[in-house]
């Protein structure tokens, strides 16, 4: 299942989904005049987005409040109105307001630009989990920040995690728009380090990063909020120690040896702390 129905205390609800014979969701919700409901999405495709939209009318029609935990935003990569032909942001966006959610939770979003375009959106930061996850690792020397577009979340973990942060930058040939390659700036002779970012897709960008920083695989973290886990992307784990990820999407499936850290505690908790 890509979508869990939970209650605020996380346990499991008694949520039946089923299909009518043309294919319509039907949904029984257990008791939602009891207050809060919470679905879990944790995929992008069409079918859980119309069973959440379908969830939600359920939910506000018997008197509960539906709240949507969709970690990993579809189509928030497609966030720039000005150069992106089909400005994919705006129209998930859309539909997601088209559910009728009472709240949404979003986690570590691409840019402020979605969660901006979407009706009582909380989010939740990366430094929020990854602070917990690395915060005991003993010989961390610093964070990596792979491009310009990571700098802030690499900042924001550097800084929860008290070290310094790195900028790496990707360069493309100016003709052909190719990635030719990286730069780094200069790292200390000793101690591991922790390259973050949002969304790894088939990995290329951090195998290259890893090869042109060349300290070595056993001094090199990789942390992605969204692992999604493409293609070539098993073969990180020849470039990284550990990879860590989290549950916010089905790929994490992908890389058997990824760490995987469940969101829904998170997620609980910023609801639990909006004002």
Same mark, same amino acid.
């Given at each position: 299942m890509s979508v869990l129905y939970v209650h605020r205390d996380g346990t499991p609800a008694s949520t039946s989904v089923r299909h009518y014979p043309g294919g319509e969701f039907l949904i029984d919700v257990e008791d939602p005049q009891r207050g809060d409901a919470f679905a879990f999405v944790r995929t992008a495709t069409p079918d859980d987005l119309v069973e959440l939209a379908v969830w939600a009318n359920t939910v506000d029609r018997l008197g509960g409040w539906p709240i949507g935990l969709v970690p990993y935003l579809p189509g928030a990569r497609a966030d720039h109105a000005e150069y992106d032909a089909g400005y994919d942001a705006a129209a998930y966006a859309r539909l997601l307001r088209a559910a009728g959610l009472a709240e949404l939770v979003c986690v570590d979003p691409h840019s402020p630009v979605m969660p901006s375009l979407v009706d009582r959106c909380l989010v939740v930061a990366a430094a929020d989990v990854?602070?917990?996850?690395?915060?005991?690792?003993?010989?961390?020397?610093?964070?990596?920040?792979?491009?310009?577009?990571?700098?802030?979340? $690499? !900042?924001?973990? =550097?800084?929860?995690?008290?070290l310094p942060v790195y900028q790496a930058l990707k360069h493309r040939d100016f003709d052909s728009g190719k990635l030719s390659g990286f730069t780094c700036e200069r790292l200390p002779e000793e101690g591991s380090?922790?390259?973050?970012?949002?969304?790894?897709?088939g990995g290329g960008t951090f195998r290259g990063l890893a090869e042109a920083i060349g300290v070595g695989r056993d001094r090199l973290h990789l942390w992605v909020t969204h692992g999604i886990?493409?293609?070539? $992307? !098993?073969?990180? =784990?020849?470039?990284?120690?550990?990879?860590?990820?989290?549950?916010?999407?089905e790929g994490h499936h992908n890389l058997p040896k990824a760490r995987v850290i469940e969101l829904l505690p998170y997620m609980l908790a910023r609801i639990q702390g909006a004002p």
């Open positions: 990854a602070a917990d996850v690395f915060g005991h690792l003993p010989d961390l020397a610093g964070v990596i920040a792979p491009d310009k577009g990571a700098t802030d979340r $690499a !900042a924001e973990v =550097a800084m929860r995690l008290r380090f922790l390259v973050v970012d949002d969304i790894c897709d886990f493409s293609g070539t $992307a !098993a073969r990180l =784990a020849n470039y990284y120690s550990t990879v860590t990820t989290t549950d916010s999407h």
